[in-house]
């Protein structure tokens, strides 16, 4: 059974930091690993896709890399912003069961 | 393209009492997930169809729970009787394919609040 772990729960920076925020799973035999923001009492948005055959992905201030040999997923944040902050989710979809298993997420704060 | 569509967003019952979610995924997904979010906690699948037919339904509380999906489009989740722990986000999300190829795009999300 997949299991997915993220890392930190809970992260509070001052704007203009670059930051990092880690997802780590158990079962390396996924198909692709999303990443999704969550504003509070919203639904998910997603960010980035990445494929099993890809390293990694980018879009704007985003980079996410993707690892499955070490399961292991990092999402980078560029020159970090106020808007910014949210909760950031990944969720792996794991072969065979075509299911996405999601992390609790790691909960980021930008202060100006 | 619109997005998911998930109605209504936000539902206060009593425990015992009965409600029910709606959800219509974007046009031409044939997969459509219902998914239960408790406060700080991660998405947990309740129920996986494709097109009509469930494919996955191993987390859905059989007693209390139900959903369908009519002419494999839209999708109802109902709960009865609610109990307290029932107090979560519900999300919709759906996929063109079973989410290999374009991952996955979620509805707003109904949030229940038993009391």
């Known amino acids: 059974k997949q299991e997915v772990t993220q890392i930190p729960a809970a992260l509070s920076v001052p704007e203009g930091e670059n930051l990092v925020l880690n997802c780590s799973f158990t079962?390396?035999?996924?198909?692709?690993l999303q990443w999704f923001r969550q504003d509070p009492g919203k639904g998910l948005t997603s960010l980035l896709l990445i494929q099993s055959s890809q390293r990694e992905q980018t879009s704007g201030r985003l980079n996410a890399s993707l690892d499955k040999s070490s399961g292991r997923s990092t999402l980078y944040i560029a020159a970090s912003q106020p808007g910014d902050s949210a909760t950031y989710l990944c969720?792996?979809?794991?072969?065979?069961?075509?299911?996405?298993?999601f992390g609790r997420g790691t909960s980021l704060i930008v202060h100006p | 393209e619109a997005g998911v569509a998930q109605s209504p967003r936000y539902k206060i019952i009593e425990k015992r009492q009965s409600v029910a979610f709606w959800c219509n995924p974007i046009?031409?997904?044939?997969?459509l997930y219902w998914y239960q979010q408790i406060l700080g906690q991660g998405p947990k699948l309740l129920i996986q169809?494709?097109?009509?037919?469930?494919?996955?339904d191993s987390q859905l509380p059989k007693d209390r729970f139900s959903a369908e999906r009519l002419k494999g489009v839209d999708s109802t989740l109902k709960i009865q009787p609610a109990k307290l722990e029932d107090s979560a986000v519900y999300l919709c999300?759906?996929?063109?394919?079973?989410?290999?190829?374009?991952?996955?795009?979620f509805g707003s999300g109904t949030r229940l609040t038993v009391v």
């Open positions: 999300a759906s996929s063109s394919t079973l989410g290999t190829d374009y991952g996955y795009t």
């Open positions: 046009s031409g997904h044939a997969t």
């Open positions: 969720a792996a979809l794991s072969g065979g069961s075509y299911i996405p298993t």
């Open positions: 079962d390396s035999a996924i198909y692709n």
């Open positions: 169809f494709q097109n009509n037919g469930v494919v996955d």
